[in-house]
């Protein structure tokens, strides 16, 4: 939910919500002060929020800003991999990004699905 003023009239042609890079989902005009909308799936801390209606950017308060949960690491499977070879192994867990992002291990890029 964004709130501030001057968000125009129920009949306000465009409003567009983006979050980072990322365009936010459905928006839902509720009043001249008040706007929801649904953060695209993403990953990061302290992301600007930025709002656009009828083509004209609002002013944004230094806390406008948001932020994803943190990964979190569940489980691995196998627990015990051999030293001398190559293993694949399955990190299980929460708020990895979505899927198709790139995770960084310090052994180089697999991918999230």
Do not use: H, K
Not at 19 to 36: H, K, P, Q, T
Not at 83 to 98: E, I, S, W
């Amino acid at each position: 939910m964004l709130r501030g003023r001057n968000f125009g009239g129920a009949a306000a042609a465009s409003i567009g919500v983006q979050v980072g890079a990322s365009a936010a989902g459905e928006v839902l005009w509720v009043s001249d002060a008040e706007i929801w909308c649904n953060a695209a799936a993403g990953v990061g801390t302290g992301l600007p929020v930025s709002l656009r209606v009828a083509g004209r950017a609002a002013a944004a308060a230094p806390s406008a800003l948001l932020s994803y949960d943190p990964p979190l690491i569940a489980a691995v499977e196998p627990s015990l991999a051999p030293v001398a070879a190559a293993a694949t192994v399955t990190v299980l867990g929460y708020n990895f990004g979505p899927a198709g992002d790139e995770v960084l291990p310090r052994g180089g890029p697999v991918g999230v699905s």
